[in-house]
């Protein structure tokens, strides 16, 4: 008792000095009377922790109900405005027989059991519930993440499961605002939908966030059902031949809010121990005490109204179970000799085994090494040939090419040979005509002044022949006559003299023309428009 207390009531220095006079009932019992005294002189709140841990002890539960009792006569605890939310379920069969004073008599009057719902499971409840929405809001946003997530799809599974959300769903456009209507199908200790819905969907980074949850749901309706002393509480109310009390009754000595009213429903609902009751929620608006004197005074009027024959009567009890206790501890012990040896035993089993095994697993792992390095060898081996073998595809390639290139080579060879004939066939033409010109050039010349050819011991009659020839126009003459503009832009002065030089000498493209003769010089002369000095040299030839 003094170790319970110590969680929430009796300080560290408190719980030793109980646990150093353990020796002495009376002792223990006295200094630890004064701790709770002074715990609850503090803080009124610490009674209720009191009486809690008090009902978690057959022999003790009488006492805690005599307390809650004088608790509530005292401040009017109840009224008449009461919340009740009922579940039924059927009778549980334990046996106590020592349960008196209050809850026999609460059993005979209204033929059920009342059970105190702290004030402080209010902030584990709250905590529970902000727990809940961390969960959601993880999932919802791994859900809008998804941009495959058909939404139409999704409205129509979850009116295939819940029928009564479809008009809800109905003009819902985003996975947020549907998974906020299926919000409404969980609740704290309940996230199946959404776990069906991540199923269904195949979003698999979404199970370990729900999976984890589940644990924390299942471990704090453990807590739950712990904190109520459920086990003890409801073992008080039964018999071996026949169920006392029907109904349990949980008084909330503060004003929960719908939700956190709906939470603690929903955890009742999944506590084993409640599950052959029907029970209520029974909620009782009231202002709490406002002076601590008042309680310590309750306090000390329900230790007072204890008399001897119950404290004798509860030191035989106590004494009667500390002896069971003794003999529990020897039956124990002698289990636990008897356990260690058949641990030892299989420990020694066990360590035989596992050196077999190592010594198995040490050559599967040599064997596993032979056969990787063989693997390797080989993968080596087939690496090499597929690379000389992709090397002769390629060299096989280079050399149908290069044969390729080759007979094309060979072909050009022999057009050019077979052109180079023809031209070598040409020329030895081309030079035969050259000298039959030349013959009928010569012959021509002998017949006709006009086509002699000139030289620059000619130059003077040139000169002479040209006097009547417009000399702005020297330029035109000398490009008409093959020479080049390079050549003409050379003559700063005597222009028409220095042009009559370098065609005589057949500078440029003299020759290309026809060479230096009277005719050539008379058609330059017609070509820059000066028909008349032309016609004068073609009179005196």
């Given at each position: 008792?003094?170790k319970l ?5 009796i300080s ?12 002495s ?14 715990a ?9 922790f009191?009486v ?9 539960a ?10 509530r ?7 008449d405005?009461?919340e009740?939310?009922?579940?039924y ?28 719902f702290?004030?402080?499971?209010k ?11 961390s969960?959601?809001?993880?999932v ?12 139409d799809e ?7 499961w ?17 998974l906020?209507?299926?919000?409404r ?12 819905l991540?199923?269904?969907l ?13 644990e ?20 008080a109310?039964?018999?071996s031949?026949?169920?006392l ?6 008084i ?17 609902l ?14 009782d608006k009231v202002?709490l ?7 310590v005074?309750?306090?000390k ?5 204890l008399?001897?024959?119950d ?6 009890e ?17 289990k ?6 058949e ?6 089993t066990?360590?035989d085994?596992?050196e077999?095994?190592t010594?198995?697993?040490k ?7 032979q056969?990787?390095a063989k693997?390797?060898e ?6 090499e040939l597929?690379?000389?073998?992709e ?5 096989l ?15 050009i060879?022999?057009t ?14 081309k030079k ?8 009928t ?14 030289d ?7 000169l002479?022949?040209?006097k ?13 006559l ?54 004068e040299?073609?009179?005196k030839l």
């Amino acid at each position: 008792m003094a170790k319970l207390l110590h969680e929430e009531v009796i300080s560290d220095e408190a719980l030793s000095h109980v646990m150093s006079t353990r020796g002495s009932v009376s002792d223990s019992r006295a200094v630890l009377l004064k701790a709770v005294r002074d715990a609850v002189h503090s803080n009124y709140k610490h009674l209720e922790f009191f009486v809690t841990v008090l009902r978690k002890f057959s022999e003790t539960a009488h006492i805690g109900d005599t307390i809650f009792e004088e608790y509530r006569k005292h401040f009017c605890y109840y009224d008449d405005d009461v919340e009740e939310s009922e579940c039924y379920l059927s009778s549980r069969s334990t046996s106590n027989p020592e349960s008196s004073s209050f809850v026999d008599r609460e059993i005979d009057k209204h033929g059920d059991h009342k059970i105190l719902f702290p004030h402080y499971m209010k902030k584990k409840f709250q905590v529970m519930r902000m727990k809940f929405g961390s969960t959601f809001f993880q999932v919802r946003r791994i859900f809008a993440r998804m941009k495959s997530v058909n939404i139409d799809e999704v409205k129509d599974l979850i009116s295939d499961w819940f029928s009564d959300l479809k008009p809800q769903l109905s003009d819902k456009k985003t996975i947020n605002d549907v998974l906020n209507v299926l919000k409404r199908k969980c609740s704290i200790i309940n996230l199946h939908p959404l776990e069906n819905l991540a199923s269904e969907l195949n979003i698999e980074e979404a199970e370990p966030i729900i999976k984890l949850y589940k644990e924390k749901a299942k471990d704090f309706c453990m807590s739950i059902s712990v904190s109520l002393c459920l086990g003890e509480e409801l073992q008080a109310v039964a018999t071996s031949s026949c169920l006392l009390c029907e109904t349990v009754v949980f008084i909330f000595n503060w004003d929960p809010d719908e939700h956190t009213l709906q939470d603690i429903n929903d955890v009742l609902l999944e506590l084993e121990p409640l599950n052959r009751f029907k029970y209520h929620l029974q909620i009782d608006k009231v202002d709490l005490v406002d002076n601590d004197q008042s309680v310590v005074d309750l306090f000390k009027q329900t230790q007072t109204s204890l008399t001897s024959g119950d404290i004798d009567d509860l030191n035989k009890e106590i004494k009667a179970k500390d002896q069971e206790i003794e003999n529990f501890k020897a039956i124990i012990r002698e289990k636990e000799m008897k356990s260690d040896t058949e641990v030892m035993d299989l420990q020694y089993t066990l360590k035989d085994k596992e050196e077999k095994m190592t010594a198995v697993i040490k050559k599967y792992e040599f064997v596993q090494q032979q056969l990787n390095a063989k693997d390797d060898e080989v993968n080596a081996l087939t690496s090499e040939l597929a690379s000389v073998k992709e090397l002769s595809e390629s060299q096989l390639q280079q050399i149908e090419k290069l044969k390729l290139r080759l007979e094309e080579s060979h072909k050009i060879i022999e057009t050019i040979l077979s052109q180079m004939k023809k031209i070598q066939s040409l020329t030895q033409c081309k030079k035969k005509l050259m000298k039959t010109n030349e013959a009928t050039c010569n012959v021509i010349t002998s017949f006709d002044p006009s086509q002699q050819k000139l030289d620059i011991t000619k130059a003077v009659d040139v000169l002479n022949a040209l006097k009547l020839f417009d000399t702005k126009k020297w330029k035109t003459l000398g490009l008409n006559l093959g020479l080049y503009l390079t050549t003409l832009n050379k003559f700063t002065e005597d222009h028409l003299t220095n042009t009559v030089g370098a065609w005589l000498s057949c500078e440029d493209d003299v020759m290309e023309k026809g060479g230096a003769t009277w005719q050539n010089l008379i058609k330059a002369v017609e070509d820059t428009g000066d028909k008349a000095t032309a016609e004068e040299i073609r009179k005196k030839l």
